[in-house]
């Protein structure tokens, strides 16, 4: 039966972004009302988390819908079974070393701030991650506002960034900028607007990060490097940011057109597992699902 009235509880994490959502079970069948509650707490408070929830992976599929165009693993009948086969080709953002070997993506440590598939001709609208393992410190996934990034900026510097657009460039094992081997033809790369409206709030915001953003397409490359450093460091201000402390069963989504996001290091000893569902652009017919 579907609710008339909705039950939804919004809880703002914080001053910079961010709201716990409450009354909503999402390994149950929810309707249309609630699905646009959560819409508009998304495009109000850009990262939603939903505690508690026990999730399959098709209960993360169908939330991950609800903002976009899920980028559901497509299982062959035979793998339709049951327990470990049926999460064949699920990305899980993960640590855990099956006999050495990595079986997840993103593995360890630190991550500096970026937006998911901004090396993408047409980026990941959104992020989906799902807590199965924390630990016990560190781990935070920080959450930065370019909304209020952009806002904040002097005037000056605002026009002297109207119109400029930047190279894009992402290699997977990379997880600080100094890593990325910039001159490799094959490393995925696109080009984006510095400064983009976002298409549901009409809100401009800036569009950069230390770990992707190489440089501003047009300008000597000695003073892109100077602008861009300034702006990764001010879209980073710690007044700008909020860190999330991960509980097990948490699902988070992110908005990676208007917030960046990075991670925190936390003890290699400890396990940490997050499965991770990208929303994609509903027109995008490119294969999602990747970084
Ligand atoms: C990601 C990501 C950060 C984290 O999944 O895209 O950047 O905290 N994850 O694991
Ligand atoms: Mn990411």
Redesign the pocket.
Known sequence: MQLATSQLKIEPMGPVLGARVHGLDLSKPYGEEQKRELREAFARYLVLCVPGQDLEYDDQVRFAAVFGKADEKKLSPDEKGQGKARERGVMY?TNIRENGKQVG??PDGE?QF?S?GSHRDIPYRA?T?WAIHVPSRG?E?KFANLYTAYDTLPEATKRRIEGKQCKFIYQVDATFREQTREDDPSLSNAVHPLVKVHPDTGRKSLYLSRLMTRYIIGMDRAESEVLLNELFDHAEKPEFVYAHPWKPKDIVIWDNRCTN???NDFPASEV?Q?R?ITVSEPGDMSKGGG?
Request: aromatic share 6%; no cysteine; net charge positive.
């Open positions: 953002v993506s993103l991550m970026h998911d992020t991650l781990g996934t996001h990075a991670r940490r997050l991770r970084y």
